[in-house]
């Protein structure tokens, strides 16, 4: 991606007066926050805008602008010639409302994300995978075209940077992030506020949750790197673990993050159950391993390098055994080829 990619994707919005937004399904900070701000930042500009999203969002965001008119599609979306479609922090069409497929041939898509396995499937691609988040890429567009920028708006783009850099941990925060998030404070956004409502918010119920998930830590492998145990950790959840202590699926967001404080572990698996019975496994990986995307590709999933998921077909204890089968024989390549 190119500087030029980022007044092309402004321009677009520009010459548009009606748009339509698409977040991903299991919403994120990310998603939800690059929606959140462009919704903002158009409302300014006097578009006509709506959001859609093709399963329900997490409670932990609802204080994000305009979340409350986020729309719930299941079926296939009507897409049309007229409005500009704006799909974001979607590696491909199929991350968020269905009926791409059928789409109408004058329709215009417009797509903005950070994943390095974009499928570039729209009208306009505005894809940067050295961006931290498509919060930051959207930042960056919103500057190139001069958009007016509220606090509301620099509060969600802050909580996409936030979310998606691991509270500016994660290896995708550069100094660019930073510069950027110094910005956004001075648009408005404050950082302790924002830590309160994005971090402080966890219920009871996530809490047994996370006590379940983490009294069932396993590490394994081989001990390279200092590890004395395993640089491998894996822990899950059953459908079980959800109904007996009454926590909703975006609780589990930061546990599989949580296991890398293991000491020692390079690699971790985090295993929830679905209600259909397969099982989705999230992968997170620091360096001098292969990467968390390498292992959720072979599963047919995807994602960024150190942060990936993959869906398995289960049940729960296939994949508890298949998983750590999948990690060691990956390990047995990988370190022969290095
Ligand atoms: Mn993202």
Redesign the pocket.
């Known amino acids: 991606m190119t500087e030029p990619d980022l007044f092309k994707a402004s321009s677009l919005l520009k010459d548009s007066p009606e748009w339509v937004l698409f977040t991903h399904q299991k919403a994120?900070g990310?998603?939800m926050g690059s929606a959140s701000a462009l919704f903002e930042a158009g409302m300014l500009a006097g578009r006509r805008i709506s959001w859609f999203t093709p399963t329900p969002l997490p409670s932990g965001y609802r204080f994000l602008a305009h979340v409350e008119e986020c729309q719930i599609c299941e079926g296939a979306f009507p897409f049309k010639e007229g409005p500009l479609y704006v799909f974001l922090?979607c590696a491909n069409e199929t991350r968020s409302v269905k009926g791409f497929e059928t789409r109408e041939p004058g329709a215009r898509f417009l797509n903005i994300?950070?994943?390095e396995d974009n499928t570039c499937f729209a009208t306009l691609n505005c894809v940067d995978p050295s961006s931290s988040?498509?919060?930051e890429l959207m930042f960056r567009i919103l500057q190139a075209g001069g958009w007016e920028l509220s606090k509301a708006a620099a509060e969600s783009l802050y909580t996409?940077i936030w979310t998606?850099s691991g509270g500016f941990s994660f290896s995708n925060t550069s100094a660019r992030t930073h510069r950027l998030a110094a910005d956004l404070m001075e648009l408005g956004a404050e950082p302790a506020w924002l830590d309160d409502l994005i971090n402080q918010n966890r219920t009871p119920e996530g809490m047994a949750l996370w006590g379940r998930a983490m009294s069932r830590i396993r590490l394994f492998g081989p001990r390279d790197c200092g590890s004395e145990r395993g640089i491998f950790a894996l822990a899950w959840l059953s459908q079980e673990d959800f109904a007996a202590t009454g926590a909703e699926a975006g609780d589990t967001e930061g546990l599989p993050s949580s296991l890398m404080r293991l000491k020692g572990v390079r690699l971790a698996a985090f295993l929830t159950e679905q209600e259909s019975g397969e099982v989705r496994i999230s992968f997170r990986s620091r360096e001098r391993i292969f990467g968390a995307a390498d292992v959720a590709r072979e599963l047919g999933g995807g994602g960024?390098p150190r942060a990936a998921g993959a869906t398995h077909p289960g049940p729960l204890d296939a994949s508890l055994m298949d998983i750590p089968r999948l990690l060691e024989k990956r390990y047995a390549e990988w370190s022969a080829a290095h």
């Open positions: 994120d990310d998603t922090d994300d950070h994943h988040s498509t919060s996409g998606d960024h």
